[in-house]
Every structure is written in C-alpha cells, then in structure tokens.
C-alpha cells in the first residue's frame, strides 16, 4: 500500500514542476477567461471517473459507495467544465467557472476522503489505478490554478476587453 501514496506523491511532485515550468508561464499572461479555457477543457475528461463503475475495470471488491460517490462527482465535475467556456468572459462565465472549480475540487478531496473512510486497497481500483495516482493530481493542481486565476486582480483594459467580447 505504501508504494500506492508513493505513487501519489511523485505524480503531484511531477505535475508541480510541470506547472510551475509550463503550464501557469503560459496562463498567467493571459486574460482570465483565455487562461481559464485550457483549464476547463482539461477537466471535461473527467468523464472517465465513470470508470469507477464498469465491471471488469475495477474489482468486485471496490466499495460501492466510494465508486458511485467518485464516478457521478466526476461526471458532474465534467458536464460543468463543457458548459463553463461557453460563457466566458461574461459575469456568468466566471460564476459557473467558479461553481465547476468548487464542486471539482471537493469532489476530489472526497474521493481521496472516501476512499480512506472506506478502507480502499490499490488493488480494488484495477485498471483504473491510473486515476488516483496520475490524473486526480493534475486535477487537483489545475483546480489551485483556476482559483489563482479566478481571484486575480483583472486590470480594467483587461475587464473592458471581456465585456466587449461578451
């Protein structure tokens, strides 16, 4: 079990410096709602926590209701990222860029929540052990940059320019 939150950590090692030197150079330059799209897109991927629910692809075993609990957080977490970019820049944009970043942010803390009240073994995950130990850090980091990015100061050119847009 320990090389299973080993795992873990160095995936949210790795995707920090990947961030850190790639990704947030990039964002932080950008106006809120371009730097926001990216982000968005990314998490509409999040359909494959529905995996979580497929016989075959994890064990029998996988507590029902740490699968239910992650599989419909995800597919939720994913239908709010799709709709988020097609409002953006406006006011609303940022309102359901902020509701999709707080629903996906405690859907995967309570993931990792619920898999420990439940006592979940790595091999209860089966084929999709990928999700733990290499997509829910990327997504946990991005959700950091998309609250950074949310609570950054717009310059008025910059809040102008959206509403112009808009």
Same mark, same amino acid.
């Given at each position: 079990?320990?090389?299973?939150?080993?795992?873990?950590?160095?995936?949210?090692?790795?995707?920090?410096?990947?961030?850190a030197r790639y990704i947030w150079p990039e964002l932080r330059l950008q106006q809120r709602a371009e730097?926001l799209r990216p982000l968005l897109i990314l998490h509409s991927f999040r359909f494959i926590g529905l995996?979580?629910?497929?016989?075959?692809?994890?064990?029998?075993?996988?507590?029902?209701?740490?699968?239910?609990?992650?599989?419909?957080?995800?597919?939720?977490?994913?239908?709010?990222?799709?709709?988020?970019?097609?409002?953006?820049?406006?006011?609303?944009?940022?309102?359901?860029?902020?509701?999709?970043?707080?629903?996906?942010?405690?859907?995967?803390?309570?993931?990792?929540? /619920?898999?420990?009240?439940?006592?979940?073994?790595?091999?209860?995950?089966?084929?999709?052990?990928?999700?733990?130990?290499?997509?829910?850090?990327?997504?946990?980091?991005?959700?950091?940059?998309?609250?950074?990015?949310?609570? /950054?100061? /717009?310059?008025?050119?910059?809040? /102008?320019?959206?509403?112009?847009?808009?």
């Amino acid at each position: 079990m320990i090389w299973f939150f080993v795992s873990i950590a160095f995936s949210f090692i790795a995707w920090g410096i990947v961030t850190a030197r790639y990704i947030w150079p990039e964002l932080r330059l950008q106006q809120r709602a371009e730097a926001l799209r990216p982000l968005l897109i990314l998490h509409s991927f999040r359909f494959i926590g529905l995996a979580f629910l497929v016989p075959g692809v994890v064990s029998p075993d996988l507590p029902p209701a740490f699968a239910h609990s992650a599989a419909y957080g995800d597919i939720i977490a994913a239908i709010l990222a799709m709709f988020s970019p097609l409002f953006l820049p406006s006011a609303a944009g940022v309102a359901a860029t902020w509701i999709f970043s707080l629903w996906g942010s405690a859907d995967i803390l309570n993931a990792f929540y /619920q898999a420990n009240h439940a006592g979940l073994l790595a091999g209860q995950l089966g084929a999709a052990f990928f999700l733990p130990t290499l997509v829910m850090p990327l997504l946990l980091i991005t959700h950091g940059l998309a609250f950074r990015i949310l609570l /950054q100061h /717009q310059p008025e050119r910059a809040m /102008q320019e959206s509403r112009h847009l808009a």
